[in-house]
Each structure stands twice: as structure tokens, then as C-alpha cells.
């Protein structure tokens, strides 16, 4: 029934891309598959463009399930009516991934599957070598204040300089990956403004609709009626269970000092004038000895995690290595590894029944929404 390309939705982490994807997925036409890093998982497993091994197989069903699973979404019953459909698997992953796809979107009558996951702003060429003719939809928010969401969720609250200016060099990096190492054609991407979509969320969501072919529909709106959130996400996405509000906007005046205000401005000043956001009347140009000390360490975390680290190769390099490591133990002492409960997969057929059945109330539910 997935008679379309799909889209992806990208964006920095806590920058919306989460209200976007629920609010897409109340339209009719769309299936978007919950967040478990599908993308970032085949990377982390070697399987790109081709499942090569059995434990690979086994590997990616067991790891994409458990992410699947925490949401009150048909997705994990899906998957697991494909692992028992093919317990076993070496090839293609786009075929693999088209079957899944087509599964979901008979289970939600939508014609449109998409995937929301920001990480993989750092996988577009990777996906992009799987879907050439795929859609997106990037979305930007204003860095400072996605690192007020940031300093709130993993940092108790406290704008303490190292943690702020560690995770502006990565933010950084998300925005270079997007706008410079995107191999995707212009005329395939729809750029927006979380700001305007909380400000004039009607008039942006008919761009995206015209974007993607689909007719606007108002259900869209009602995305805070249909929570799919685990309670152990829930309390980091409050504003998915209310109505659009631009509440937090500017938030970061509050949040950081001038002098942080000043830093994140200048070191973010081609992305906000990029994206028309507001900078400071003046920008202090001369720096205290203090501040300049701020300011190189800033320069270093960026030139640890920033761009020049993605040129050679070096930031995902511990991810893949990881899984190689992760896929080897598997081929060498599988049987032995599911000794142990944390190690044990899922691959029997019974298993993967037990598994539809738990499954098949999330099933049922949504399909009596």
C-alpha cells in the first residue's frame, strides 16, 4: 500500500522534530515509524545497503524491536510479523525495509512512511544511497534555545559553560551536517522554522503538505489527543499531550547569562543569520582574558566533534567499530551468549508469536482510534 517515496523528517535533538513527526503522523495518508534510530542501527550493524549475516539479521530484529516496542504503536507488531514472515534474511536492505514499510502502512491505511530520528541528520548519505527519490523535511529551531532544552533534560537545569559550550559544538555539527554534507537535491528538501510552525502551524503544515503531495487535513491538529509515549519519555515531551504553543521561544534570555549570550552568538552567527534569527544589538567583540579562555575551549570542542571530525571519518568510527564488535561476539559464541538473559535473542518462532501477541493489543487500539 506504501505507493509513494518516503520522507524523513531531520532536525537537530530537541529541536521539535519530535511534535512534527506525531503531528504527521495524524494525518490520514502518513505512517511515521516511532523513534528507534532505524538508520543508525543499520550503520552501527554494517548492514547499509546489504544484510550479508544471519546473526546480522538476528541482531538488527532484536535491537529495532526493543526500540519499537516502548511505543503504543501497530510498529513492533509489525517487525514482528516480518521476523516471523522471514526468520531468516541475507539481502537487500531496502527490499527488508520496503516490506516492513508496506506492513505499517496497511496497519495505519496511509499511503506516506516516513522516520523521524534527529541523529540521523549524521546519516544522510547513507540513507540517501538507499532513498535517492526519499523527501525531507528539515527543521530548525534556534540553537540557543534548543540548548536551554538541552542543559533542562541532561544537566539538571544548570548552565554551567562546559556543558553549554560542549553541547553548542555539537549542535554545531548537526547544522553543518544538514546544510553542507546533505546529498540530497535541493528541490527534494523542505526547509522550517520550528518558530513559525508553533507561530502559524496551519499555514506551515499546508506547505509541507503541498510539498509531499498530500492534501491538508485538520486532524493534524489533534496530535495531543493521540499520545503514543512511553511514560518513561512522556515527562521529557510534556507539550506533545497540548495544543501547539510558542511558549518556549526565546527561553534562552532567561536561561544564560549575558556573557553565555554573547558566546553562543558569535559562535552561532552564520546559522542565525542563515535562518533569520535575532542576534544581539551589539556584539561584544572585545572579550575579557575569562571569556577568551570560554572561547577557545568552545573552538576545541568544536574541532573535536564538528565537521573537520566527520571529513575523516572519525565521529562514527567508534559506532562502527562498536558493532562489528557487538556482531562479532554474536558469530563466535552465540549459542553460549544466550546463556545469559541480557544477551539472549529472540529468533524462534514461538518467541516471535509470543511477541505478536503482546503486540496485538497496540494493534487493535489503534486501529479503534
Known amino acids: 500500500m506504501a505507493t509513494h517515496a518516503p520522507f524523513f523528517i531531520v532536525g537537530m535533538p530537541r529541536a521539535g522534530t519530535t511534535l512534527l513527526a506525531r503531528i504527521l503522523d495524524c494525518h490520514p495518508a502518513c505512517a511515521?515509524?516511532?523513534?528507534?534510530?532505524?538508520f543508525r542501527l543499520l550503520y552501527y550493524l554494517g548492514c547499509e545497503t546489504?544484510?550479508?549475516?544471519?546473526?546480522?539479521?538476528?541482531?538488527?530484529l532484536n535491537i529495532f524491536y526493543a526500540g519499537l516496542a516502548r511505543y503504543d504503536d501497530p510498529a513492533a507488531w509489525c517487525l514482528a510479523q516480518l521476523a516471523l514472515d522471514l526468520p531468516e534474511y541475507q539481502g537487500a536492505t531496502q527490499q527488508l525495509l520496503n516490506r516492513l514499510a508496506?506492513?505499517?502502512?496497511?496497519?495505519?491505511?496511509?499511503?506516506?512512511?516516513?522516520?523521524?530520528?534527529?541523529?540521523?541528520?549524521?546519516?544522510?548519505?547513507?540513507?540517501?544511497?538507499?532513498?535517492?527519490?526519499?523527501?525531507?523535511?528539515?527543521?530548525v529551531r534556534d540553537p540557543r534555545d534548543v540548548l536551554t532544552s538541552h542543559v533542562t533534560r541532561w544537566n539538571a537545569g544548570k548552565a554551567r559553560d562546559l556543558f553549554v559550550f560542549g553541547r553548542a559544538a555539537s549542535?554545531?555539527?548537526?547544522?553543518?551536517?544538514?546544510?553542507?554534507?546533505?546529498?540530497?537535491?535541493?528541490?527534494?528538501?523542505?526547509?522550517?522554522?520550528y518558530e513559525d510552525l508553533t507561530q502559524a502551524p496551519e499555514q506551515e503544515l499546508q506547505r509541507i503538505c503541498t510539498f509531499l503531495g498530500m492534501n491538508y487535513d485538520d486532524k493534524m491538529l489533534t496530535f495531543h489527543q493521540h499520545s503514543i509515549m512511553p511514560d518513561s519519555l512522556r515527562v521529557h515531551h510534556p507539550r506533545l499531550e497540548q495544543p501547539?504553543?510558542?511558549?518556549?521561544?526565546?527561553?534562552?534570555?532567561?536561561?544564560?547569562?549575558?556573557?553565555?549570550?554573547?558566546?553562543?552568538?558569535?559562535?552561532?552567527?552564520?546559522?542565525?543569520?542563515?535562518?533569520?534569527?535575532?542576534?544581539?544589538?551589539?556584539?561584544?567583540?572585545?572579550?575579557?582574558?575569562?571569556?577568551?579562555?570560554?572561547?577557545?575551549q568552545l573552538t576545541k570542542m568544536y574541532a573535536h566533534s564538528g565537521y573537520h571530525a566527520r571529513r575523516y571519518g572519525l565521529q562514527l568510527a567508534r559506532?562502527?567499530?562498536?558493532?562489528?564488535?557487538?556482531?562479532?561476539?554474536?558469530?563466535?559464541?552465540?549459542?553460549?551468549?544466550?546463556?545469559?538473559?541480557?544477551?539472549?535473542?529472540?529468533?524462534?518462532e514461538a518467541d516471535w508469536h509470543a511477541r505478536l501477541a503482546d503486540d496485538e493489543s497496540k494493534r487493535t487500539q489503534h486501529q479503534g482510534a
Open 102 to 139: 508496506e506492513c505499517y502502512c496497511r496497519e495505519k491505511d496511509a499511503q506516506h512512511w516516513s522516520e523521524k530520528t534527529p541523529l540521523h541528520a549524521l546519516h544522510l548519505p547513507e540513507i540517501h544511497r538507499l532513498y535517492p527519490e526519499a523527501k525531507l523535511v528539515c527543521l
Open 171 to 193: 549542535l554545531k555539527n548537526y547544522l553543518y551536517q544538514l546544510r553542507y554534507c546533505n546529498p540530497f537535491a535541493a528541490s527534494a528538501q523542505l526547509w522550517l522554522r
Open 32 to 38: 511515521v515509524f516511532p523513534e528507534a534510530i532505524m
Open 319 to 348: 559506532v562502527k567499530a562498536q558493532g562489528r564488535l557487538h556482531l562479532l561476539a554474536y558469530q563466535l559464541f552465540g549459542k553460549q551468549m544466550g546463556r545469559w538473559q541480557n544477551y539472549k535473542l529472540v529468533y524462534s
Open 244 to 296: 501547539i504553543t510558542t511558549s518556549r521561544q526565546g527561553h534562552y534570555k532567561e536561561m544564560f547569562s549575558d556573557t553565555q549570550q554573547q558566546m553562543l552568538a558569535q559562535f552561532f552567527r552564520a546559522d542565525l543569520e542563515a535562518f533569520h534569527y535575532d542576534l544581539p544589538a551589539k556584539v561584544n567583540k572585545s572579550i575579557s582574558m575569562s571569556q577568551q579562555l570560554v572561547k577557545q
Open 50 to 60: 546489504r544484510f550479508t549475516y544471519t546473526w546480522q539479521y538476528l541482531l538488527w
